[in-house]
């Protein structure tokens, strides 16, 4: 058997070979992979799109994560085919009720009570599906030739200690399904050629190593949802050291000791999936030198020890998904230079590094919690999440509506708000400081058109292998300083908003209080906005140890935090921003209209002085009202997304995509055509100009055509002079040839 799993991992290392080529010896760049055993690199992108890039096909091989033993299980395990297999049956003793083919025979589901008697040449026997409720003793005694035996799905509550004696033939035995609760001491003692034991779905509390004597060529054990409690307190391998698969699902398993496994050197295949281990001894898995596949998922386990796989050079795929881990230690994977697989989801890793996965050079296959994680894996063919809902592995903006629509939501944000500067620094406004304020908010919002621009950009910089470049890009400088830029137009924009709103309750909610600030308090004001809103976006940058990379944590640097399990420091400065100060912006402007409406409804605008007075500030107060309302339809899905990350709730990264690239950044992109192109005086004073264009246009004309015609009278005359002046020319020559 030993021999057995050393052609197993000869063969396997062939087929990753042959199939990947060796990450060892391969050249190929951070986010291109190799054509098998051609010297060949292609993108990330190419691998399983369902075109054949590389001239050996590799790049369309394992598409699925075959990793650990289903990659070489189809190819040990021997299947007949059906053609081969003769329809005349052999057995001369059995139940009319059954199906005979060969040296088979099968009784499934045909409510048989007892185990049948038949020939005693039979090779296969499968009772699966009926009510047999005891094994009584020796009752397999005489078929000595029985290869296969299934018994699962039957009502077996009892199994004598010698219910399985003479059977020194038998390769699989199948108890699945059943009510045996107890395993006697020495019942497996004559299986010496069992090569598969199945226990599933049984109430087994406990078993000793002493239930297992005999199995010397067990393979396979199978006690998948039983009710295990521990294991046995020596080594679960020291009857049966050849075993290769072992699966211990859905037990109750509290904790893995030293012993647990020793001498299980052959052990290939470890599952120990839903049970309630809450320790792991260090050396726990030291024992397993051949081990390819160890399954830890679904259970209770809050850390891991550092050098836990210290000793599992072959390991080819470890899924540690569904524990609360709280932290993975940076060398933890150090030792598993061929593991293929690794499965961390839904694990928060807080402390992510790119060095903890870069000793991982066969890593083939790669499942995190986030797609933000995949940025510290980008040598891996796959990864999964493939997408945070904002960027993919190819792109950073994944969604080719996102990546068409930032360049029309940038173009129209800078051009509107540019046209507005340029138009009201022409025009003469009747309100100059209303007017200033105009230009300043322009100001802010261009920003906002200025940073889609750049996210456009960088979008076609990576396009087709972003994630070779996401962690570069989210830790760098740009994308600090492009976040940097949309949360100070973002927060500029909201703190001039409320400003406004504030003046313009004050005039109309106390018209005859002269509180009207004058240009150096607008000044003063305007100016101290802005610092805020420098502060505001620049705090994050300060202390990066508290904040984390505050702006980097997707492709758009936008520093939403819709995660209730982000960094602490940056989530509640995130939630304070926008929770805080934005929201209590919000309700201020609310209020503000709310209680000038109903003091422009109150007094009834009963005087004409009254009107003359407040008129200008009322239409002035209405279309602010507009802006706000869009101001408010732009934050409300903000302020719910936020809402719902502190209530624990799951938020699609999609959603999130659309809030950061349509709907925050179009606000800024209406606000030029709400506060100016839709005002009566600004839109007077453009017919204004465009007639006074037209008078000039036409008064030119007039003056044209006044000095054509002048021209052309004038032309009129020279000529007549002229033929005049011929005529007499002509006339005197005629007089000198008659003379």
């Known amino acids: ?277 809450t320790y792991l001894s260090e050396k726990a898995f030291s024992p397993l030198e051949s081990l390819g596949e160890l399954d830890l998922s679904f259970n209770r386990l809050h850390e891991l020890p550092r050098y836990i796989f210290m000793d599992l050079p072959f390991l080819k795929m470890l899924n540690l998904s569904y524990n609360p881990i709280k932290r993975i230690h940076v060398n933890q994977f150090e030792s598993l230079k061929e593991l293929q697989s690794l499965v961390l989801e839904p694990i928060e890793i807080m402390d992510i590094q790119i060095r903890m996965f870069q000793p991982l050079v066969n890593l083939s296959h790669i499942y995190f919690k986030k797609f933000r994680y995949c940025s510290f894996a980008p040598h891996v063919r796959k990864c999964k999440p493939n997408t945070d809902g904002i960027s993919s592995l190819q792109d950073l903006l994944a969604n080719t509506v996102l990546r068409v629509f930032v360049w029309v939501i940038a173009f129209v944000t800078c051009f509107g708000n540019l046209f507005v500067i340029f138009m009201r620094s022409f025009i003469k406004a009747e309100n100059k400081l209303h007017a200033l304020c105009i230009k300043v908010l322009c100001c802010a919002d261009c920003l906002m058109g200025v940073y889609l621009f750049f996210i456009g950009v960088f979008d076609l910089k990576y396009r087709g292998q972003y994630n070779s470049h996401a962690w570069n890009w989210m830790t760098s400088s740009k994308c600090h300083i492009v976040g940097f830029m949309a949360m100070l137009s973002t927060e500029v924009s909201v703190l001039l908003l409320t400003y406004l709103t504030l003046e313009k309750y004050l005039v109309i909610v106390f018209p005859f209080n002269n509180i009207r600030p ?67 912006a919000f309700v201020i402007i609310v209020f503000c209209y709310s209680s000038m409406f109903y003091s422009i409804n109150k007094t009834g605008l009963q005087t004409s002085k009254v009107k003359t007075h407040i008129h200008r500030d009322v239409a002035i107060a209405n279309r602010f009202f507009f802006i706000v309302l869009s101001d408010a339809l732009c934050w409300i899905p903000i302020f719910l997304l936020k809402v719902l990350a502190l209530l624990d709730v799951d938020v699609p990264g999609t959603i999130t995509s659309w809030v950061v690239i349509f709907i925050l950044p179009i606000n800024s992109a209406l606000n030029p055509i709400l506060y100016t192109l839709t005002t009566s005086f600004f839109r007077g004073k453009l017919k204004q100009m465009f007639s006074r264009q037209h008078r000039k246009g036409t008064n030119k004309s007039r003056k044209s055509l006044s000095s054509l015609m002048w021209s052309d009278s004038s032309s009129r005359r020279s000529s007549s002079l002229q033929m005049g002046f011929l005529q007499r020319a002509s006339l005197g020559e005629n007089v000198v040839h008659s003379r």
């Open 1 to 277: 058997m030993t021999s057995l799993m050393y052609t197993l991992a000869v063969i396997q290392l062939k087929v990753f070979m042959l199939t990947e080529g060796s990450p060892l010896k391969s050249t190929c760049p951070t986010g291109y992979f190799p054509c098998g055993n051609i010297t060949l690199c292609l993108p990330q992108s190419f691998h399983c799109n369902g075109v054949k890039n590389c001239p050996n096909g590799a790049d369309e091989f394992m598409c699925g994560d075959n990793s650990g033993w289903a990659e070489i299980f189809d190819m040990v395990i021997e299947k007949p085919n059906p053609a081969d297999l003769p329809n005349e049956c052999y057995l001369q003793l059995y139940p009319a009720v059954c199906d005979c083919k060969d040296h088979e025979l099968e009784c499934v589901n045909v409510n048989l009570s007892s185990v049948p008697q038949v020939s005693t040449n039979i090779t296969l026997l499968s009772l699966k599906h009926n009510k047999i409720q005891s094994l009584p003793d020796e009752v397999f005694a005489k078929y000595t030739d029985l290869q296969k035996l299934f018994l699962q799905n039957n009502s077996i509550t009892t199994v004598s200690p010698s219910a399985f004696v003479g059977l020194k033939k038998l390769l699989k035995l199948y108890l699945s399904s059943n009510y045996i609760s107890v395993l006697e001491v020495g019942i497996f003692k004559d299986l010496q050629a069992l090569r598969w034991l199945i226990l599933d779905d049984n109430p087994i509390a406990t078993v000793s190593q002493l239930s297992f004597t005999g199995l010397t060529s067990l393979m396979f054990l199978s006690m998948i949802h039983n009710s295990l409690e521990q294991l046995p307190g020596q080594s679960i391998c020291e009857e049966m050291p050849f075993v290769n698969w072992i699966d211990l699902e859905g037990n109750k398993i509290k904790y893995i000791n030293d012993s647990t496994f020793m001498g299980c050197s052959s052990l290939t295949v470890l599952s120990l999936r839903r049970n309630h281990i």
């Open 518 to 584: 004058g240009k150096r308090q607008t000044l003063i004001i305007l100016a101290s906005i802005w610092v805020i809103g420098f502060i505001i976006a620049l705090i994050p940058l300060w202390n990066e140890e508290f904040f984390g990379n505050y702006y980097g944590r997707n492709g758009v640097c936008f520093p939403l935090y819709s995660d209730l399990k982000e960094e602490e420091g940056a989530r509640r400065y995130s939630n304070g921003i926008f929770l805080g100060v934005n929201l209590a």
